[in-house]
């Protein structure tokens, strides 16, 4: 027997990415890219271990990363561009 995995969207994870783009704020740059590196790897790693195709952990991971990306914009911009 076998089956499609298909996971619940995790750019619409609204507390996580929120809570990943504000974390990236108050590190250094080079520290928040690890961070958000780190975070998209583990979310890789945790589809691949559950079956998930490919192409879906692909589609997946990038976007999460997009929503956290853009997250982190409208953070900075609300902030005045201070970091």
Same mark, same amino acid.
């Given at each position: ?31 928040? %890219? !690890?961070?958000? @590196?780190?975070? =998209?790897? +583990? *979310? ?9 195709a490919e192409d ?8 999460? %990363? !997009?929503?956290? @990306?853009?997250? =982190?914009? +409208? *953070? ?8």
């Amino acid at each position: 027997m076998s089956a499609i995995v298909v996971p619940f969207r995790f750019a619409r994870r609204l507390p996580q990415i929120r809570k990943t783009a504000s974390y990236m704020l108050t590190v250094p740059h080079n520290h928040a %890219e !690890g961070h958000l @590196r780190e975070q =998209l790897r +583990r *979310l890789e790693d945790g589809l691949r271990k559950k079956g998930v195709a490919e192409d879906l952990i692909r589609s997946e991971v990038s976007s999460y %990363e !997009g929503a956290i @990306r853009a997250h =982190l914009w +409208r *953070l900075l911009l609300s902030h005045g561009g201070a970091a």
